[in-house]
């Protein structure tokens, strides 16, 4: 799968997760939880006869702890908007060239997904049971715990708020959840199948050819093998291409292609030269490097081939 798809899948994905902030988050409001506790303590006002304590005042009394419920408000919108900030970045990252993008998403974003459900999960509704601790201790422990003991009353009432947070999740939670996964995975593939499909792409490199240009056997090309180096001359005792011309020496130059460069080695034995382009002559017995497509003239400059 091309890099193209894998960019395309996760841009959607982040799309869609966007998309997703329209979904029903949390619906926690105040009736669903006095609805709860009401039927977990079976009609609390009644049960608690002859006091002036009620689910309402003991809300009230939560509410009331500002630095608690700064704690909290501070905490939901953390896990709220920290997904958002982190599928942000992911897009952001996208467009970078590296390849280990996607393994920076898929760490970036894994870590977002299991802090999120940690929090919705553990933290969030801790905090929730921490809360209704110092309600008790702070602002009805004296009308209210002399009926009861401090811990089964913080334990009946914080467990019941966790549990009524816990089921206020919505379905855009949960959507999230898969949304955050689906990158993750998605980016991990992305970084290995990638990365293998960058190494196996090798460049492939045209086989180097010598085409004779002119002279009697104009039109013939002459394939390089690895490592091999074409005589040019007159001689065909000494010389892999043969021009039977006076101008053109017995073993007039020979010709190598240099994997390492991608370039032609050229080398001059002739007495009457050998013209790059034909026009600047090689001096006798030095080499010269010279790219594909480049035109030798030899002696006359009648004779002529091309390294391609």
């Known amino acids: 799968m091309k890099k193209k798809v894998y960019t395309i899948i996760l841009l959607v994905l982040g799309i869609l997760f966007y998309i997703s902030l329209a979904l029903p988050m949390i619906h926690l409001n105040l009736s669903a939880i006095t609805g709860s506790l009401s039927s977990f303590f079976g009609d609390v006002d009644k049960w608690i006869d002859g006091t002036n304590f009620s689910i309402f005042k ?15 408000v501070f905490g939901y919108f953390v896990i709220v908007l920290l997904p958002y900030v982190i599928i942000t970045v992911d897009l952001v990252l996208l467009l970078l060239r590296t390849n280990k993008k996607y393994l920076i998403q898929a760490i970036l974003t894994g870590v ?12 969030i509704p801790n905090e929730i049971k921490n809360t209704v601790q ?24 914080g467990n019941e708020l966790a549990k009524v947070y816990r089921n206020s999740l919505g379905p855009g939670i ?4 898969v949304l955050m996964l689906c990158i993750v995975i998605t980016s991990v593939l992305a970084f290995i199948f990638v990365r293998k499909e960058d190494v196996g792409i090798v ?19 002459v394939n390089f093998e690895p490592g091999e180096e074409i005589i ?5 005792a000494v010389s892999h291409v043969i021009f039977p011309s006076e101008k053109i020496s017995r ?3 020979s010709i190598a292609f240099d994997e390492l460069t991608g370039q032609f080695r050229v080398t001059d034995y002739s007495s009457n030269g050998t013209y790059i382009q034909g026009t600047r002559r090689i001096m006798r017995n030095q ?10 003239a030899l002696g006359d400059k009648v004779n002529c081939i091309r390294v391609e």
């Open 58 to 72: 003991l809300l009230k009394a939560i509410l009331s702890l500002k630095e608690d419920a700064a704690g909290l």
């Open 134 to 157: 110092d309600v008790i201790d702070q602002s009805v422990a004296g009308e209210f715990l002399s009926l009861f003991h401090a811990e089964s009353v913080t334990g009946m009432f």
């Open 287 to 296: 080499t010269q490097f010279v790219p594909r497509g480049t035109m030798i």
């Open 112 to 123: 977002t997904l299991i802090g999120t459900i940690i929090n919705h999960f553990a933290i």
């Open 251 to 253: 073993k007039h130059c």
């Open 174 to 177: 949960y959507v999230q959840f």
């Open 232 to 236: 040019v001359g007159r001689d065909p």
């Open 203 to 221: 460049r492939k490199i045209p086989q180097p050819v010598l085409r004779v240009l002119s002279g009697m056997y104009e039109g013939a090309t």
